[in-house]
Nanobody, 123 residues
């Protein structure tokens, strides 16, 4: 099993930055691809960024490219999402999730989820 706990959310002005962290427990973290998702009120959950088991391969949604950076530290069982140049449309609950696979595959199969952390970007 993998237990995931997000932290680092909060209220920030447009143009500001936040760093989200995901702390994982369990033996399989380092062998799993990981992802950051977000869900805004009234909208579907969307994948924002993902990273393979080693950190050598990453994926970003179009909205995240050039502004967000995903990273992981397998020695510490942590994953992070550095978010810069934040916009009001980035407001959402952000979730970290663990994939069944170690690779970045189309669609992914995320089977463990954190409880989420709220990010609010004001104008």
């Amino acid at each position: 099993q993998v237990q995931l706990v997000e932290s680092g959310g909060g209220l920030v002005q447009a143009g500001g930055s936040l760093r989200l962290s995901c702390a994982a427990s369990g033996r399989t973290f380092s062998s799993r691809a990981m992802g950051w998702f977000r869900q805004a009120p009234g909208k579907e959950r969307e994948l924002v960024a993902a990273i393979n088991w080693s950190g050598g391969s990453t994926y970003y949604s179009d909205s995240a490219k050039g502004r967000f950076t995903i990273s992981r530290d397998n020695a510490k069982n942590t994953m992070s999402l550095q978010m810069n140049s934040l916009k009001p449309e980035d407001t959402a609950v952000y979730y970290c999730a663990a994939d069944r696979s170690s690779l970045l595959l189309t669609g992914g199969e995320y089977d463990y989820w954190g409880q989420g952390t709220q990010v609010t970007v004001s104008t």
